[in-house]
């Protein structure tokens, strides 16, 4: 049994890597230009940190479900050619190393810190993102990516394109519920959207817009409600 289950994983794994060889030579115009950049200043020493971070885009899942591949690659660029533009050089090489702390509060005992920095360890669902921590423990995170504005039909040259919001599965009830009371119960999504608006503006971005539950990459019709709840009603909440 355990010898069928590993020759399964090997065969997947190799139908995989030809998968991504052949989006590679179909859409090698796109792979020279990612390519390109990231042989840059700053970038190089993350490519060489996460080779992957080169072909992600080629995946199977990538931002969303249903994002053509001729997007994808205009996405990524857009993204990082941007915050190369606009944030200062050593605030850039923290953001791409160990994220870049927006703020840091004390209340009730509990230190709450929101992070910003590269997506991890989910990078293919947003190319940053923004973290609640508690204590230096992860309470919840936001996803997001900045991609040119035609993506999401807007007439803006880009918004800001959040792809995943997610609380932490393994965080004990005892933590979780201690950090809901040092924030009034304040529902730790709202709060870490209006991080993202406030980052949205110091950046010069007009529009933060959201998947649909269905297009998130972990989607499940069998929990379709909580997906809802999560995506949709935090940003009817917020207008």
Not at 95 to 100: D, I
Not at 173 to 180: F, P, S
Request: overall charge positive; aromatic content about 10%; some cysteine.
């Amino acid at each position: 049994m355990n010898n069928q289950l590993g020759s399964l994983r090997r065969r997947s794994k190799w139908f995989q890597t030809v998968g991504l060889a052949w989006r590679a030579l179909t859409h090698i115009g796109s792979l020279r230009r990612v390519m390109k950049f990231l042989d840059g200043p700053v970038f190089i020493d993350t490519f060489q940190d996460n080779p992957k971070m080169a072909y992600k885009y080629l995946t199977d899942s990538y931002l969303f479900h249903g994002l053509p591949f001729k997007d994808r690659a205009d996405c990524f660029l857009h993204n990082h050619m941007l915050i190369r533009e606009r944030f200062p050089l050593p605030m850039l090489r923290q953001f791409l190393t160990w994220g870049v702390d927006l703020v840091e509060i004390t209340k009730n005992d509990v230190r709450f810190t929101v992070r910003c920095g590269l997506s991890r360890p989910c990078g293919k669902e947003g190319e940053q993102s923004l973290v609640l921590l508690a204590n230096g423990m992860v309470l919840y995170s936001i996803a997001f990516t900045i991609v040119p504005g035609y993506v999401t039909r807007s007439k803006a040259r880009e918004v800001i394109l959040v792809s995943r919001i997610q609380g932490e599965p393994a965080l004990c009830a005892k933590t979780l519920k201690r950090a809901q009371k040092a924030l009034s119960k304040l529902r730790f999504g709202s709060l870490l959207m209006a991080g993202l608006e406030g980052v949205a503006l110091e950046l010069g971005i007009e529009e933060v817009v959201c998947v649909s539950s269905v297009l998130q990459l972990s989607y499940a019709p069998a929990f379709a409600d909580r997906f809802r709840h999560a995506y949709e009603d935090l940003f009817d909440e917020r207008g």
